[in-house]
């Protein structure tokens, strides 16, 4: 083929390649089959693999992901992303609109209505057209550098279309379709890692990892709706126009918003938007509300955090009226026995509900459920379902009242009431139903940390009796593990790797992963700062552990009383054989410096990182880390989608810093 024609060829299939991702993401009306159009892409590889100097910056073939990155680098966005102010009434709502109306005397207003996605806020670059950037919010003046993943979407375009400035940071949100999310917990489930709470947290996670190839098979999609800086051109002169001259230029927008010129007008679109809500392939929890001209927007300004020119309305909760079939009691790894409410299946918030946790027998009497009542149930956060209340008035004199179990559903040993807890507990230390919670702690993510022992794998590995105690995770090899379901070579050798790796965790992660009564990962680690070793922590006396901070006199007789049962000497003793770090290897526990000697850190938002990682950074040089924040505390930590937390160190004042900023002060 003539180079011309070469040329004349590769041009012509990245632009059909560019027609049918448009086609088959953003309009969900793709002309061609997967097999015809992977025939495409493999032919402009070719091509391009035959003649390297074809290659364009917006090639289709740059999806396709690269190496793993070591980190993410820190870039300043050029206009600041802004959080939202939001309310779950409307009549805050109309307040809001009467604010602004009074910062804009006699001015005709517009508004635009639209779906509140609940993502991850990302910012896009394109530079002459093409896509040199893409940025977390971050702190809202600098994010993470997360260009290398967002390549791999293919919902977004590596090239907009028609007349662009010469500059323009879009803004957006980054989201994992419901259906992805399902199929990719799903996979984890049959893995035996841990499930995701919900889509948002799954699209933070996918994008915080450093292996881009990870991230394109979690097929992430997003939606714009926003402009950042603009240099060299102007894009509209309003919120309605920017939508649909947004999706002109080939980004995805929001399927559905409206537009009102009053109060009512927007009453009416908020309501109209929740009937359809849950139509939508990405979660909505809200709609925002927005000025709609930019220069009625430029004239009412933003306060420290937020623009005077938008709010967000969020749904409450969605309740549901169904039928409670029966009450069950489950086993947790203390032996502590919760009754679950098991229903009549129900649709709540885009879901099916057929479980919803009861709390205690306590509780099930204070709000007088019974077994064949008419039950409402609502979903905490639109995550978890629970049973609020029941309507009375459908009783027939049928429905029977419950009381807890006098022996322990899983092994049958005789339950203990503890009037303290108003806890009902099995106290057999064998039972099968605590092994297996005992082992889904220990391993956590936030213990020992061991990669692909999730609910799945230890339900296998207790029903083949591979594992009755925490040290047989030691003793497990290629071989039995192989045995097991969906174990295949990998995946078995990446589960032994990660025992194996577990034996040199910090001290704290052992002494937590224990799952000793009342000992968290914070009183784990101030006991690991005082104590050093496990062998000097299991000999302390009651007054000794009670002098470390944050043990009190209960605690610390849990802990004494822990050490001193025989079975749990046995299991220490048994774990010292297997070669786990004890204390005394520690490399951890030494300080680094004093760097942050007095200061009283607090960390909130997703970070790169698990947060007990920082908090341990932030104590290995000096400092300290509270879970809450005051006028006495130093920092805040913020990382993306940063809350209350951030809110409140900015209304007292606290400074808010990053990631780049505490590892800079932390350099040699």
Not at 482 to 493: D, I, Q, V, W
């Amino acid at each position: 083929m003539a180079a011309s024609n070469v040329s004349s060829r590769a041009r012509e299939l990245r632009r059909q390649i560019a027609q049918h991702d448009r086609l088959y993401y953003e309009e969900a009306a793709p002309k061609i089959t997967d097999r015809e159009y992977d025939a495409l892409l493999r032919e402009l590889c070719d091509l391009e693999d035959a003649h390297p100097d074809l290659a364009t910056p917006d090639s289709p073939t740059h999806r396709v992901a690269g190496k793993p990155l070591e980190g993410f680098s820190q870039v300043r966005h050029r206009a600041p992303m802004q959080s939202l102010d939001n309310t779950y009434s409307l009549e805050e709502a109309d307040e809001f609109m009467a604010r602004v109306e009074r910062l804009l005397p006699g001015i005709k207003l517009r508004w635009t209505i639209e779906p509140k996605v609940d993502g991850v806020a990302l910012s896009l670059t394109y530079r002459d057209g093409l896509l040199e950037l893409a940025a977390t919010r971050g702190d809202g003046s600098t994010g993470d550098d997360v260009t290398q993943n967002i390549r791999t979407i293919r919902s977004i375009p590596l090239r907009l279309e028609g007349d662009i400035p010469d500059l323009i940071e879009i803004r957006g949100e980054v989201y994992l379709p419901k259906k992805k999310f399902a199929a990719l917990n799903e996979e984890r489930e049959k893995e035996g890692n841990a499930l995701f709470a919900n889509p948002r947290n799954a699209a933070a996670g996918s994008l915080k990892l450093l292996d881009s190839s990870i991230v394109a098979k979690r097929g992430l999609s997003a939606v714009f709706y926003g402009l950042g800086a603009v240099e060299g051109g102007k894009a509209t002169l309003a919120q309605s126009e920017l939508l649909h001259w947004l999706r002109k230029i080939g980004l995805p927008v929001v399927p559905k918003f409206w537009e009102a010129d009053d109060e009512a007008g927007v009453r009416q679109a908020i309501a109209a938007l929740e009937k359809i809500r849950h139509d939508f392939d990405f979660e909505t929890d809200g709609a925002v509300i927005k000025l709609d001209e930019f220069k009625r927007r430029e004239q009412t300004g933003s306060t420290s955090k937020a623009p005077r020119w938008a709010m967000a309305f969020k749904y409450e909760a969605e309740r549901a009226r169904t039928q409670l079939k029966d009450i069950t009691v489950q086993v947790g790894r203390t032996g502590t026995l919760t009754p679950v409410a098991e229903l009549e299946p129900v649709p709540i918030a885009g879901s099916r509900v057929a479980r919803a946790t009861l709390h205690n027998e306590e509780e099930i009497a204070r709000k007088d459920i019974r077994v064949g009542d008419w039950v409402f149930v609502e979903k905490a956060g639109e995550v978890i379902p629970a049973v609020v209340g029941v309507d009375t008035k459908a009783r027939t004199g049928r429905e029977k009242k419950f009381k807890m179990p006098e022996k322990c559903p899983s092994c049958g040993s005789k339950v203990f009431r503890d009037p303290e807890l108003t806890a009902v507990r099995c106290i057999n230390p064998d039972c099968p139903a605590q092994i297996r919670r005992r082992i889904e702690h220990y391993a956590a993510r936030g213990a020992m940390d061991i990669e692909g022992l999730g609910e799945a794998m230890v339900d296998q590995l207790v029903t083949a009796g591979l594992v009755v105690a925490l040290p047989d995770i030691y003793a497990l090899n290629a071989e039995n593990v192989s045995a097991l379901e969906r174990m295949g070579e990998k995946s078995t050798a990446n589960l032994l790797t990660a025992i194996d790796d577990s034996k040199k965790q910090s001290l704290w992660r052992l002494l937590f992963g224990l799952g000793i009564m009342h000992v968290g990962a914070s009183v784990a680690r101030k006991l690991a700062d005082k104590f050093h070793t496990l062998d000097k922590i299991a000999a302390a006396s009651v007054e000794e552990l009670e002098s470390t901070e944050d043990v009190g006199a209960v605690v610390a007789k849990e802990i004494h009383d822990f050490f001193r049962l025989a079975h749990n000497r046995k299991l220490i003793e048994t774990l010292r054989t297997r070669g786990l770090n004890f204390g005394e290897r520690d490399e951890r526990a030494a300080p680094a410096s004093q760097e942050l000697a007095g200061e009283t850190w607090v960390i909130t938002g997703t970070l790169s990182r698990p947060r007990d990682e920082f908090s341990e950074l932030i104590r290995r040089h000096g400092g300290n880390v509270s879970g809450s924040v005051s006028k006495k505390t130093s920092y805040v930590l913020a990382g993306e989608e940063a809350g209350s937390k951030l809110e409140k160190a900015q209304s007292l004042g606290v400074p808010v810093v990053d990631e780049a900023t505490l590892r800079g002060r932390l350099k040699p």
